[in-house]
C-alpha cells in the first residue's frame, strides 16, 4: 500500500542521506486530470552554505533561491537553459538551504501519456533518463515550484510503495556539469543511482560501487 511521505521524512538535516532514501520513491503527478508517475531511480544532493555547486552557496537568497530556505517536503523547479524544467525536493528545517534534484525516473503509471508528451512511438529509457526529460512526460512545470509534495491536494507528491533500496543497491558519484568555478566541489559524490537499473541517465564520469 502507498503512502504518502511525511514532514518527518524531508526535515532531516543530512541532505546526502535523504538523497539516497529518496531512491525507490515514487513521485507521482496528477495533473489536468492525468495520473503519472515514476520510481526515483536517481538524483544529486545540494547543499548550502559549503556546496559551491548549490544555487544558494553562502546561503544566497534571491527571488529564484527562496525556494529553498522553506521548510523541507517543498518543490523547488526551475528553469535550465531557458527550456528544461528541473524539479528538486527542498529538505532541511525551514531556513536551511538544502535540496535534492530527481535526475530520473523509472515509468510507472500513465506510460501512454508519458510517450505522447516526449513525442514517442514507443517506450525507451530515454523518455525519462534525464532531469529535463522525465519533468517532461510527467508535465511538472515552474508552476508547480515551491507547493507542498505531503498531500494530494496539490498535484505533485512523494510517495513510499514499500520498496527498499539498500546500501549495496546504491553507485554514487560526481554530480553532472560541475566545472572549474566550483573547484573540489566538483568532484564530491553526491549522485546517486540504482543500481543496473537502465533508466538512469548515463554515467560519464567514475562511479563508486560499493557492493
Given at each position: 500500500m502507498a503512502a504518502?511521505?511525511?514532514?518527518?521524512f524531508f526535515i532531516r538535516?543530512?541532505?546526502?542521506?535523504?538523497?539516497?532514501?529518496l531512491l525507490g520513491k515514487y513521485?507521482?503527478?496528477?495533473?489536468?486530470?492525468i495520473r503519472t508517475s515514476g520510481v526515483i531511480v536517481e538524483t544529486e544532493a545540494y547543499r548550502a552554505p559549503d556546496d559551491k555547486g548549490c544555487h544558494a552557496y553562502q546561503n544566497k537568497l534571491t527571488e529564484r533561491t527562496s525556494t529553498m530556505f522553506m521548510i523541507g517536503g517543498t518543490s523547488y523547479v526551475y528553469i535550465c537553459y531557458g527550456i528544461h524544467n528541473l524539479f528538486n525536493v527542498v529538505t532541511g528545517p525551514e531556513g536551511i538551504a538544502h535540496a535534492v534534484l530527481i535526475r530520473a525516473v523509472e515509468?510507472?503509471?500513465?506510460?501512454?501519456?508519458?510517450?505522447?508528451?516526449?513525442?514517442?512511438?514507443k517506450v525507451k529509457k530515454e523518455m525519462v533518463n534525464?532531469?529535463?526529460?522525465?519533468?517532461r512526460a510527467m508535465n511538472i512545470t515552474k508552476?508547480?515550484?515551491?507547493?507542498?509534495?505531503?498531500?494530494?491536494?496539490?498535484?505533485?507528491w512523494i510517495e513510499d510503495r514499500g520498496v527498499a533500496v539498500e546500501t549495496p543497491q546504491i553507485i554514487e558519484g560526481p554530480r553532472v556539469g560541475m566545472g572549474r568555478s566550483v573547484a573540489e566541489c566538483s568532484n564530491w559524490p553526491?549522485?546517486?543511482?540504482?543500481?543496473?537499473?537502465?533508466?538512469?541517465?548515463?554515467?560519464?564520469?567514475?562511479?563508486?560501487?560499493w557492493s
Amino acid at each position: 500500500m502507498a503512502a504518502l511521505l511525511q514532514r518527518e521524512f524531508f526535515i532531516r538535516e543530512d541532505v546526502v542521506q535523504i538523497a539516497k532514501d529518496l531512491l525507490g520513491k515514487y513521485l507521482v503527478s496528477y495533473k489536468d486530470g492525468i495520473r503519472t508517475s515514476g520510481v526515483i531511480v536517481e538524483t544529486e544532493a545540494y547543499r548550502a552554505p559549503d556546496d559551491k555547486g548549490c544555487h544558494a552557496y553562502q546561503n544566497k537568497l534571491t527571488e529564484r533561491t527562496s525556494t529553498m530556505f522553506m521548510i523541507g517536503g517543498t518543490s523547488y523547479v526551475y528553469i535550465c537553459y531557458g527550456i528544461h524544467n528541473l524539479f528538486n525536493v527542498v529538505t532541511g528545517p525551514e531556513g536551511i538551504a538544502h535540496a535534492v534534484l530527481i535526475r530520473a525516473v523509472e515509468p510507472v503509471d500513465g506510460v501512454d501519456h508519458m510517450m505522447t508528451r516526449r513525442n514517442l512511438k514507443k517506450v525507451k529509457k530515454e523518455m525519462v533518463n534525464g532531469p529535463g526529460k522525465f519533468t517532461r512526460a510527467m508535465n511538472i512545470t515552474k508552476e508547480q515550484n515551491a507547493i507542498s509534495l505531503l498531500s494530494k491536494k496539490d498535484d505533485l507528491w512523494i510517495e513510499d510503495r514499500g520498496v527498499a533500496v539498500e546500501t549495496p543497491q546504491i553507485i554514487e558519484g560526481p554530480r553532472v556539469g560541475m566545472g572549474r568555478s566550483v573547484a573540489e566541489c566538483s568532484n564530491w559524490p553526491w549522485r546517486f543511482r540504482i543500481k543496473d537499473n537502465k533508466w538512469t541517465s548515463k554515467p560519464d564520469q567514475v562511479w563508486y560501487d560499493w557492493s
